[in-house]
């Protein structure tokens, strides 16, 4: 005798699995920028954003439709999302850990070009008087990135991914849930 009926799984088996898959794909996107010589981009921003909402979108679905029977909760596709999220991130954070460690000079220098992009363009809203303070602020912040170490690099790194990671996984679940129209709660 079978059971028709649909257990609902924890969704730290499918959050690993594509967390996995996640990281690995971070790694080789960040490593195909770092050989054109660009590890640090906007553009870099943008392509991981995008691959954490198709990452996320997949796995909310694919725990949906095969593992939950077709129905989530926004609760579920949150855990999976934030879960898968937080997995590849630290799968990440090695890597970039690792890499910093191996590299060091690239990443402060692309840091700091980073910096100065955004300064420039955030000086034009702040009033003449307080650019010179703006400006030593500036390089006390350089003088600090020249002395950090790889495993801070890395956890800077993980921190960034998760404010990337939570308003996401808020938001993709919104749109992925999907309710058991047999259930009465």
Known sequence: MQNSEIIPLSPVKSALKWGLILGLTEIVSHLIFYLMGKPITG???????LLLVAFFILVIQNF????????ISWTEGFKIA???GIF???IYMAYYTIIVTLDRQTFIDASIEQIN????????FVPEDKQDQIDLGIEEGIENLKTMSPIKFGGNQFM???????P???LVP????????????
């Open 168 to 170: 996401l996984a808020l």
């Open 43 to 49: 553009i870099t921003t943008l392509i991981y954003i």
């Open 82 to 84: 934030f879960l898968t």
């Open 64 to 71: 949906r439709d095969k593992e939950q029977g077709g129905f």
């Open 117 to 124: 992009l955004g300064i420039e363009k955030m000086k034009q």
């Open 174 to 185: 919104l749109f992925m849930k999907k309710k058991d129209p047999n259930s009465f709660i």
């Open 160 to 166: 960034k991914s998760v404010f990337a990671i939570l």
């Open 88 to 90: 590849g991130a630290l």
